[in-house]
């Protein structure tokens, strides 16, 4: 981390996560049971309040259930969700499990949560949907992942002009660029999930991340990929009161790239 994001990460009490150290209340939801319980009890640990309720977003039953508890350790109710899971499993065509996780989860939580959400409470409430590069310009060999990322700032727009009137709720798409976590980490490091049994391999060849060569990360302005607290601030910035004013955007977070 440089010193400037140390400094930021620290003025937005970073130790307890950005968006809790804020003072939300966190569900995390993955998965990954041990990932997300290790979350939640860093947060905890560090003053802030969150629950891990992990599980396959891809099951219908447990999008109801994750939205039924988020609203209970809401008090009842719900302000914020991130739209935020993802693998990637690269290929020409097909595989639909991309397009569902990364389209059709978005769309049916959001779905279960609407009794939470245009409410006349007058309470600040947000949607915000992560999408990617590949989402708004494309990516040759990601057709499932590039096609359901798109999908996601049309829902985001919907939602933005369906529940904004009379309710004032905003909706906003966060697409990035090239973020160093377990979905960008070289290939060589040879992680996996398993889907029906099929060990999928994450990542991307180290060869192909530094694209230019000589100058390393050249169709990157910045010539550096973001931190995951550059990602996160992105979100927070977007949900915070800061951004009262901004509704149905899509906001690249790239350093630049794609301009
Ligand atoms: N890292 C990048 O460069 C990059 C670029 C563009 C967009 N994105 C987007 O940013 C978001 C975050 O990705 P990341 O880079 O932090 O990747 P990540 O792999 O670190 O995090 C994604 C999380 O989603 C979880 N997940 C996967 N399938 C799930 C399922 N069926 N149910 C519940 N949880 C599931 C994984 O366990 C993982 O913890 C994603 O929407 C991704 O598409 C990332």
Known sequence: MSDSIKQIANQLNYPKGLLAGQGARVIVSDIDAAKASDVANKIRGNGGEAVAVPEDLLRDEYIKELVGK????????????????????????????????????????????????????????????????????????????????????????????????GFGVRANTVAFGHIETRLTA??????????????????????????????????????????????????????????SYISGQTISVTGGRNM
Do not use: C
């Not at 769309?107 to 409430?125: H, I």
């Open 186 to 243: 070289n290939k060589e490091a040879r992680t996996f999930v398993e889907v029906d049994g099929q060990k999928i391999p994450l990542g991307i060849p180290e060869k192909q991340k530094k694209a230019g060569g000589v100058v390393p990360y050249v169709d990157i302005p910045l010539r550096r990929p973001g931190s995951t607290t550059e990602a996160v601030s992105a979100i927070l910035a977007i949900a915070s009161p800061l951004s």
């Open 70 to 165: 988020a609203a209970e350790f809401g008090g009842g109710k719900i302000h914020i969700i991130v739209n935020n899971a993802s693998f990637t499993w690269d290929a020409v065509i097909h595989k639909d499990t991309i397009v569902a996780l990364h389209a059709t989860v978005p769309f049916k939580l959001v779905r279960e949560a609407a009794p939470y959400f245009p409410t006349k409470d007058g309470e600040p409430r947000n949607i915000v949907n992560i999408s990617s590069t590949s989402g708004l310009h494309g990516n040759a060999g990601q057709i499932n992942y590039a096609m359901a990322k798109a999908r996601v700032v049309g829902l985001t727009k919907t939602i933005a002009k369906e529940w904004g009137p």
